[in-house]
């Protein structure tokens, strides 16, 4: 059908690896048309039927036309799998070195890394992984339950990452840069710096001793010099840790290194939850900070205007517009961790209290956004109701529309890089729920 032949070509021009990989490539799309034919009225045909909710099917061209897609999507995934993501080592801090560099476990922390090549080599990613956080006895305890990966070191040997991480210079402007990605161990959005204790309920929070562990790492034994640019970035609780050490990561590196932020979901904007068992987000910033000793990564700025109301330092409402290192920043205008714990479930929402919070939420978002100083930030907003853009296939597909076309956070960085990092906008002002793209309207929270 047309509507294959159309998504190989689309596929095709995507293509930059070498003829061989390109061959096999091909091959195996190949095969997923015959398997289109072969099976197009088969007994699967049920199961796909149910990719697309609502589509009636009115005779053998449209059932062969609805195979297309979900063939042409399978493709399309594929292409841009782990196949042509970045394998990256492991690298354990030293407990010698830095002895205060450790996960909520007491053990040393790691980090992931991939060296750099040619002119990428001057360059460094730095992404820090997110993952919530935890803000008292109950809730810490919870996630040691839950989610123990995100208090303990890791341990695989390598690791393989996509999106802003690719090593493909068609899928991300860092492909040839040095890339490092911090495994998140600490539970307190890469602020803490409180020692085990019974007032920390036995749990380290090292945050941004980690940070500060990592960076001095780079610079000693992996080369960072003088001349180098850093960016640091990361999404939701990375995101956020971005933000917090953005201003102090000049401190932490040689004189002379450049340090830009690439902060992808820490736009927490002010709003009362909708959802009674919901613990508001000003609570736990302000117990955070009190149980991780978190204080030392508010900025100077943020503090002073914000003196008997600290954890609005922590929001990004508050924070960003504070920030002296240039930036790029990205948020959903209908952000899904924020809305699934203010609202406490995600769409569809009912025509009363519930929507009149979504578009409150959408409303401060978008002034937030539209409001950050072009001096020294780039924004892009999106109407999509989602998270994190930066990891996986959604860095290539969400998309801000303009007159002149859509814009993607991929060619959005890249022009923004190029530009020498000038004020950028793209802020999307589409009308209805999940209008900058309608396919992502389901998706459920994520973890922040």
């Not at 801090?93 to 790691?110: I, T, W």
């Not at 953005?246 to 820490?266: H, Q, R």
């Not at 007159?403 to 190029?418: A, N």
Request: charged share 20%; net charge negative.
């Amino acid at each position: 059908p047309a509507q294959v032949k159309q998504s190989f070509f689309r596929l095709k021009s995507k293509a930059q690896g070498d003829m061989a990989d390109l061959t096999q490539r091909w091959l195996i799309i190949a095969a997923l048309v015959l398997v289109n034919f072969a099976f197009a009225y088969m007994t699967w045909v049920p199961d796909v039927v149910e990719q697309r909710p609502g589509r009636k099917l009115h005779g053998k061209n449209e059932l062969s036309r609805l195979l297309a897609e979900v063939v042409a999507e399978s493709a399309r995934k594929w292409w841009l799998s782990d196949s042509r993501a970045t394998e990256m080592r492991l690298v354990t801090l030293s407990r010698e070195k830095h002895p205060l560099a450790v996960c909520n476990d007491g053990n040393a922390a790691g980090f992931y890394f991939k060296e750099g090549r040619e002119e990428g080599a001057s360059t460094w990613l730095v992404f820090l992984e997110g993952g919530g956080w935890c803000w008292d006895q109950a809730s810490c305890n919870s996630r040691w339950e839950g989610a123990r990966d995100l208090m303990t070191p890791p341990t695989a040997p390598a690791r393989n990452a996509s999106g802003i991480l690719s090593s493909d210079p068609a899928l991300s402007p860092f492909a040839k840069a040095n890339k490092v990605y911090l495994k998140y161990c600490s539970s307190d959005g890469y602020i803490g710096d409180a020692g085990a204790s019974t007032a920390t309920h036995g749990f380290h929070f090292r945050g941004a001793q980690i940070v500060k562990g990592m960076l001095a790492e780079l610079s000693e034994t992996y080369g960072m010099a003088a001349s180098d640019t850093l960016y640091l970035a990361g999404c939701s609780a990375g995101g956020r840790g971005a933000m917090f050490n953005l201003d102090y990561a000049p401190s932490m590196v040689p004189a002379g290194v450049t340090v830009i932020g690439i902060l992808d979901a820490p736009m927490w904007v002010e709003q009362q939850p909708l959802e009674p068992s919901a613990v508001p987000f000003p609570e736990q910033t302000a117990k955070i900070l009190q149980l991780s000793n978190g204080y030392s990564r508010l900025g100077e700025v943020c503090r002073a205007k914000h003196p008997t109301e600290l954890w609005k330092c922590l929001y990004g409402q508050f924070r960003a517009p504070t920030l002296e290192q240039r930036f790029l920043m990205s948020a959903s205008q209908w952000d899904s961790f924020q809305l699934g714990n203010n609202v406490g479930h995600g769409p569809p929402y009912d025509d009363g209290p519930e929507a009149s919070a979504v578009a409150e939420f959408r409303s401060k978002v978008q002034t937030a956004m539209a409001s950050l100083d072009p001096a020294k930030a780039a924004s892009f907003s999106f109407g999509c109701y989602g998270h994190c853009t930066t990891e996986g296939d959604t860095f290539l597909t969400r998309k801000v529309s303009s007159p002149s076309g859509d814009v993607t956070l991929l060619s959005f960085l890249r022009d923004w890089i190029e530009s020498g990092h000038a004020g950028k906008q793209a802020v999307e002002t589409c009308q209805s729920f999940g209008c900058g793209c309608a396919s992502d309207a389901s998706a459920g929270p994520e973890v922040g």
